[in-house]
Nanobody
Protein backbone atom coordinates (compact mmCIF):
# COMPACT_ATOMS: atom_id res chain seq x y z
CA UNK A 1 0.00 0.00 0.00
CA UNK A 2 0.98 3.61 -0.56
CA UNK A 3 0.12 6.43 1.81
CA UNK A 4 0.16 10.21 1.57
CA UNK A 5 0.08 12.61 4.53
CA UNK A 6 -0.29 16.34 3.97
CA UNK A 7 1.12 18.95 6.34
CA UNK A 8 1.71 22.69 6.44
CA UNK A 9 -1.83 24.01 6.42
CA UNK A 10 -3.07 26.64 8.82
CA UNK A 11 -4.54 30.08 9.27
CA UNK A 12 -2.92 33.00 7.45
CA UNK A 13 -3.87 36.54 6.59
CA UNK A 14 -4.59 37.59 3.03
CA UNK A 15 -1.34 38.27 1.22
CA UNK A 16 0.54 35.76 3.31
CA UNK A 17 2.26 32.50 2.37
CA UNK A 18 2.12 28.84 3.29
CA UNK A 19 4.07 25.81 2.14
CA UNK A 20 2.36 22.44 2.00
CA UNK A 21 4.27 19.18 2.03
CA UNK A 22 3.17 15.65 1.20
CA UNK A 23 5.53 12.69 1.48
CA UNK A 24 4.55 9.35 -0.02
CA UNK A 25 5.40 6.17 1.87
CA UNK A 26 4.85 2.45 1.58
CA UNK A 27 5.49 -0.16 -1.07
CA UNK A 28 6.58 2.30 -3.74
CA UNK A 29 8.38 1.22 -6.88
CA UNK A 30 7.74 4.40 -8.83
CA UNK A 31 5.75 7.63 -8.66
CA UNK A 32 4.46 9.18 -11.87
CA UNK A 33 2.32 12.26 -11.42
CA UNK A 34 1.81 14.01 -8.10
CA UNK A 35 -0.60 16.81 -7.51
CA UNK A 36 -2.64 19.06 -5.30
CA UNK A 37 -6.40 19.51 -5.32
CA UNK A 38 -8.63 21.55 -3.05
CA UNK A 39 -12.22 21.56 -1.91
CA UNK A 40 -13.96 24.57 -0.42
CA UNK A 41 -17.18 24.24 1.61
CA UNK A 42 -20.13 23.61 -0.67
CA UNK A 43 -17.95 23.27 -3.75
CA UNK A 44 -16.56 20.42 -5.79
CA UNK A 45 -12.96 19.31 -5.47
CA UNK A 46 -10.83 21.12 -8.03
CA UNK A 47 -7.36 20.80 -9.47
CA UNK A 48 -4.75 23.18 -8.10
CA UNK A 49 -1.52 21.90 -9.68
CA UNK A 50 0.14 18.74 -10.92
CA UNK A 51 3.72 17.72 -11.63
CA UNK A 52 5.06 14.75 -13.58
CA UNK A 53 8.08 12.66 -12.69
CA UNK A 54 10.01 14.68 -15.26
CA UNK A 55 9.04 17.98 -13.69
CA UNK A 56 6.37 19.19 -16.10
CA UNK A 57 3.79 21.27 -14.28
CA UNK A 58 0.19 22.32 -14.78
CA UNK A 59 -1.74 24.93 -12.79
CA UNK A 60 -5.31 26.08 -12.39
CA UNK A 61 -5.74 29.56 -13.85
CA UNK A 62 -6.79 30.86 -10.44
CA UNK A 63 -3.39 30.10 -8.89
CA UNK A 64 -0.99 30.77 -11.75
CA UNK A 65 1.76 33.17 -10.73
CA UNK A 66 1.00 32.70 -7.02
CA UNK A 67 1.45 28.97 -6.35
CA UNK A 68 4.42 26.77 -7.22
CA UNK A 69 4.37 22.98 -7.19
CA UNK A 70 7.63 21.07 -6.84
CA UNK A 71 8.79 17.59 -5.90
CA UNK A 72 11.80 15.88 -4.40
CA UNK A 73 12.00 12.48 -6.07
CA UNK A 74 14.64 11.25 -3.61
CA UNK A 75 12.22 11.92 -0.75
CA UNK A 76 9.03 10.92 -2.64
CA UNK A 77 7.61 14.28 -1.59
CA UNK A 78 5.53 16.91 -3.35
CA UNK A 79 5.32 20.52 -2.18
CA UNK A 80 3.02 23.44 -2.82
CA UNK A 81 4.38 26.92 -2.16
CA UNK A 82 1.44 29.31 -1.88
CA UNK A 83 2.10 33.05 -2.01
CA UNK A 84 -0.18 36.08 -2.14
CA UNK A 85 -2.97 34.03 -0.59
CA UNK A 86 -6.54 35.21 -0.97
CA UNK A 87 -9.64 34.41 1.10
CA UNK A 88 -10.97 32.43 -1.88
CA UNK A 89 -8.01 30.05 -1.49
CA UNK A 90 -9.60 28.80 1.74
CA UNK A 91 -10.19 25.06 1.36
CA UNK A 92 -9.04 21.62 2.37
CA UNK A 93 -6.01 20.80 0.26
CA UNK A 94 -5.40 17.20 -0.81
CA UNK A 95 -2.35 15.67 -2.41
CA UNK A 96 -2.47 12.78 -4.83
CA UNK A 97 0.01 10.43 -6.46
CA UNK A 98 -0.01 7.54 -8.89
CA UNK A 99 2.54 5.00 -9.96
CA UNK A 100 3.58 1.38 -9.43
CA UNK A 101 3.99 -0.61 -6.21
CA UNK A 102 6.86 -2.99 -5.55
CA UNK A 103 4.51 -5.72 -6.75
CA UNK A 104 4.20 -3.82 -10.05
CA UNK A 105 0.58 -2.97 -9.40
CA UNK A 106 -0.79 0.43 -10.32
CA UNK A 107 -1.87 2.72 -7.53
CA UNK A 108 -3.62 6.07 -7.34
CA UNK A 109 -3.95 7.46 -3.84
CA UNK A 110 -5.12 10.53 -1.99
CA UNK A 111 -4.11 12.03 1.32
CA UNK A 112 -6.63 12.99 3.98
CA UNK A 113 -6.20 16.71 3.43
CA UNK A 114 -4.94 19.74 5.31
CA UNK A 115 -7.01 22.83 6.05
CA UNK A 116 -5.90 26.19 4.67
CA UNK A 117 -7.80 29.22 5.91
CA UNK A 118 -7.08 32.72 4.61
CA UNK A 119 -8.55 35.60 6.56
CA UNK A 120 -9.36 38.95 4.99
Amino acid sequence: QVHLVESGGGLVQAGGSLRLSCPASGMIFSINAMGWYRQAPGKQRELVATITSGGSTKYADSVKGRFTISRDNAKNTVYLQMNSLKPEDTAVYYCTADGLTLQQSKYSVWGRGTQVTVSS
